[in-house]
């Protein structure tokens, strides 16, 4: 392929970002929830603004045809958001569907077509039953060919698991540290589907069991409440329950301008300076089962726009859907070596969120959940907070954070999207 | 002769026969499985169908309980779980496969790298329309 150095044709900026609480709504649809994030949203705009300047929406949806038997996405949140009759394109693109969402608006804009746009994605998950949300999620890999093999994705990511600790001696206790971590985290995030630390769901289950008259388990920390089958079934080995992110209902969305008209709307706002994206193989024709390739590429990408080097990221939100995906994430962005650094970082503290290079501070798809086609724009909203230090009691206070990342995966790594921000 | 073509259709009806088959670039000499209409390697379409002896390793795999529809309807569940993996053949591609004769209740005791061999299952197709999932479709799969 020619190499060309890629750059935006003019700047872009954002200068708000909302999202509804992520969760189990019952009481809401897609569009519903994408109003939510809107109004979120609008109210981020420290000067306020018309939503009626908005040109144009890109939302992100992976699956509303199987969840809500309902397609034309962007149409609808349109409708619902009053800013029919824009141009409303819906990106499908699985769990990255939101990602390229954005990545498209930031095109409409470096483009010269548009000044101002409203980017984001929303998912409805939790209307299916399980069976049927894993048929429907599954649909994301190649069915013809894996899916009918048997995998489904907590599937296929325990496979990269089961490669990653034949090749590196990675241990499940590793793995584990990952989703400690991130409930560290998503415990300070009141807009988390599970807003505990995993010690809290341990004194709860304890507290339960004590209720019904049960004998009172005694797990001495929250590692060994982690390896209790009882408490935390394997759903597709070495990947157990809290392994897995949860199946969550959501929407997030971004405003974003041309960059000579983002001071009109904040003294603070974010500029996008680097933007990769990259599709790759069925998991089967890949040279390798230990990393992500297109993650690599897209990261490449984003770091060769931005004119950065991974040492000089403050925060990273990665796609961390298992949590091994984490730990693969960390090395494809250059942050910490393949292999057993990169599988040691969370146990270490390395990527807590006082650590030397905090990661997914907001939860992750692991507790904040993970309403596939509004990941993207989500790890976002985290960005905008952290970077403008108005990310509440989880905000990263041990440095200065000029520069974010964020990283996100469709599918198991059939696109992968990475983006930088920066704080001028 | 006419070519057959390199769909999935020709491929699955390979798989019905119980013929393991690929396609072999006839320029690079490249061989893919599943089989491809363009060579990946030097993007040429001359391809030719080649069998495969169906002998390869397992270089990943996993232990399903919870699975898609095709998999309960097959009877699979927490209590009868199933074994997925990726598998290496001889002749160089992998391929995505269930793979029987593994000790299913105690993953930790399957090992990466054990010699597999091809075997063909029946089960209900992957569709969501019902009628359409209980047409019954020969699978690919590996046995230890």
């Not at chain 1, 609808?76 to 769990?95: F, H, I, M, S, Y």
């Not at chain 1, 990661?359 to 990941?375: D, I, M, R």
């Not at chain 2, 054990?114 to 009628?131: D, K, N, Y």
């Amino acid at each position: 392929m020619t190499q060309r150095k890629r750059k935006l044709g003019r700047g872009v900026a954002m200068v708000g970002a909302g999202m509804s609480a992520f969760g189990i709504r019952p009481d809401v649809t897609n569009r519903e929830l994408f109003a939510e994030a809107f109004l979120d949203m609008v109210s981020s705009v420290d000067r306020g603004f018309d939503p009626q300047d908005i040109e144009a929406l890109y939302v992100g949806n992976c699956g509303a045809e199987m969840w809500e038997s309902q397609s034309v996405m962007g149409a609808l949140c349109a409708d619902v958001t009053g800013l029919t009759p824009r141009p409303a394109l819906k990106v499908e693109d699985a769990c990255a569907s939101s990602s390229v969402a954005v990545r498209e608006g930031i095109m409409g804009i470096a483009s010269g077509m548009y000044d101002m746009v409203l980017v984001g994605g929303t998912e409805k998950m939790s209307i299916l039953p399980t069976n049927w949300t894993t048929m429907a999620l599954a649909c994301g890999s190649d069915t013809t060919y894996e899916s009918a093999a048997g995998f489904t994705f907590p599937g296929l990511y325990a496979s990269m698991a089961t490669a990653h600790m034949e090749r590196y001696g990675t241990t499940h206790d590793d793995l584990l540290r990952v989703a400690i971590k991130n409930h560290n985290n998503g415990a300070l995030n009141p807009k988390a589907h599970f807003p505990k630390t995993i010690k809290d769901v341990m004194d709860m289950r304890k507290a339960q069991a004590k209720e019904k008259g049960k004998p009172i388990p005694n797990w001495a920390d929250e590692m060994e409440f982690l390896h209790d089958p009882r408490y935390n079934p394997v759903i597709a080995w070495p990947n157990t329950l809290f392994d897995c992110c949860p199946v969550t209902d959501g929407a997030a969305c971004i405003l974003l301008v041309a960059d000579e008209i983002a001071k009109n709307f904040t003294d603070k706002p974010l500029y996008i300076i680097g933007s990769g994206q990259a599709s790759g193989h069925n998991l089967h024709d890949r040279e390798t089962l230990t990393s992500i390739p297109a993650a690599k590429l897209a990261a490449q990408q984003a770091y060769e726009m931005a004119g950065v080097r991974p040492q000089d990221i403050n925060i990273a939100e990665v796609h961390d859907c298992f949590t091994i995906a984490e730990i693969m994430a960390i090395a494809d962005l250059g942050f910490f070596k393949e292999g057993k650094e990169a599988a040691t970082a969370a146990g270490e503290g390395k990527t807590a969120r006082d650590g030397i290079k905090p990661v997914n501070v907001s939860g992750g798809l692991k507790c904040k959940g993970h309403p596939v086609g509004a990941t993207g724009a989500a790890q976002v909203v985290e960005i905008f907070q952290q970077m403008r230090g108005e990310a509440g009691a989880r905000q990263v206070t041990n440095m200065d954070i000029n520069l974010a990342l964020n990283h996100n995966i469709g599918a198991h790594g059939t696109t992968a999207v990475v983006q930088i921000y920066e704080r001028r | 002769m006419k070519q057959i073509p390199f769909t999935i259709a020709s491929y699955d009806k390979f798989i019905e026969d119980k013929k393991l088959m690929a396609s072999k670039c006839v320029k690079c000499r490249a061989i893919w499985l599943p089989p491809r209409p363009i060579c990946l390697t030097c993007k040429s379409d001359a391809l030719e169908w080649v069998e495969l002896n169906g002998k390869g390793k397992l270089v990943a795999f996993t232990v399903i309980g919870v699975g898609p529809m095709p998999m309960i309807n097959a009877g699979y569940n927490r209590d009868k779980p199933y074994c997925s993996g990726i598998v290496e053949l001889d002749e160089g591609p992998r391929i995505s496969a269930q793979i029987l004769g593994v000790d299913v209740a105690h993953p930790e005791n399957i090992k990466i790298g054990i010699p597999l061999t091809a075997t063909f299952v029946e089960r209900g197709s992957w569709h969501f329309v019902e009628e359409l999932a209980r047409v019954k479709k020969t699978y690919l799969a590996f046995q230890a």
